[in-house]
T-cell receptor, first 117, second 113 residues
Framework: EPEVTQTPSHQVTQMGQEVILRCVPI?????FYWYRQILGQKVEFLVS????????KSEIFDDQFSVERPDGSNFTLKIRSTKLEDSAMYFC???????????????FGPGTRLTVL | QQQVKQSPQSLIVQKGGISIINCAYE??????FPWYQQFPGKGPALLIA?????SEKKEGRFTISFNKSAKQFSLHIMDSQPGDSATYFC????????????FGTGTSLTVIP
């Protein structure tokens, strides 16, 4: 069964450092998403991406964040200068379509746990 | 602004019992309501989902009840099993505004043998 994969599973970084979280969405999916989940809290939307550009972004997704689909298979989230409060589990998700016709079933990856020291 | 409110925060049910988790939303543009199940250390996995054109959807032991006028929907787990112990998140999205999910705060379900 196709699945979304994410690397690394755990990333530890020093405050102020740049991190890149990587995701490989399901191959025929067209929409990609990043969410984060601070420990013990709800899952929060960060950004959606379609046709090589950002579709929507939340208030959390400020200038420190960027996304990219560098090679047609990977989908990355970059945090330029990490802060302590960026420590969270980051989930990538993908969906095949987003229309009134089909269900918007989003498939989530296993997540990357980011720890900022 | 909390788009989706979920209750209870935690739930303990005896094996064989019925687990009920409730969610309420405000945005009438929402047109897709999934429930996700999350085990510790794993990503959320889609359990069951509903569109607002039906009032109920059943898949095995899992049923979503949807009340459009009240802007509420709930998950019922019949014959709850210890293996159902997990965190359950309701969510909502709108195809008109990018399809990002707005998640509820989650319910930690424990099914005791």
């Amino acid at each position: 069964e196709p699945e979304v994969t994410q690397t690394p599973s755990h990333q530890v970084t020093q405050m102020g450092q740049e991190v890149i979280l990587r995701c490989v969405p399901i191959s025929n999916h067209l929409y990609f998403y990043w969410y984060r989940q601070i420990l013990g809290q709800k899952v929060e939307f960060l950004v959606s991406f379609y046709n090589n550009e950002i579709s929507e972004k939340s208030e959390i997704f400020d200038d420190q964040f960027s996304v990219e689909r560098p090679d047609g298979s990977n989908f990355t989230l970059k945090i330029r200068s990490t802060k302590l409060e960026d420590s969270a589990m980051y989930f990538c998700a993908s969906s095949e379509l987003a229309s009134l016709i089909s269900y918007n079933e989003q498939f989530f990856g296993p997540g990357t746990r980011l720890t900022v020291l | 602004q909390q788009q989706v409110k979920q209750s209870p925060q935690s739930l303990i049910v005896q094996k064989g019992g019925i687990s009920i988790i409730n969610c309420a939303y405000e945005n009438t543009a929402f047109d897709y309501f999934p429930w996700y199940q999350q085990f510790p250390g794993k990503g959320p996995a889609l359990l069951i989902a509903i569109r607002p054109d039906v009032s109920e959807k059943k898949e095995g032991r899992f049923t979503i009840s949807f009340n459009k006028s009240a802007k509420q929907f709930s998950l019922h787990i019949m014959d709850s099993q210890p293996g159902d112990s997990a965190t359950y998140f309701c969510a909502a999205s709108s195809s008109r505004t990018g399809n990002q999910f707005y998640f509820g705060t989650g319910t930690s379900l424990t099914v005791i043998p």
